[in-house]
């Protein structure tokens, strides 16, 4: 189905910008990881609870 597809496509793309993140600043990534083991739970859970709130608002806005 084109929603597969789409769902797919969008795992790929987040692949590919975490890869090259991890390629091209590797030493930031692990500061950015040990910063975030420091954080409170709750704080990340907030973090990844927005994340998705903003990625649906925006797909909802490119199917408008």
Not at 8 to 32: D, H, Q
Request: aromatic share 10%.
């Amino acid at each position: 189905s084109l929603m597969i597809y789409y769902l797919a496509t969008a795992f790929a793309v987040v692949l590919v910008v975490e890869g090259l993140l991890y390629a091209l600043f590797p030493r930031g990534m692990k500061r950015m990881m040990e910063k975030a083991i420091m954080l409170p739970s709750q704080s990340l859970r907030t973090a990844g609870v927005g994340a998705a709130v903003l990625g649906v608002f925006v797909v909802w806005l490119l199917k408008a």
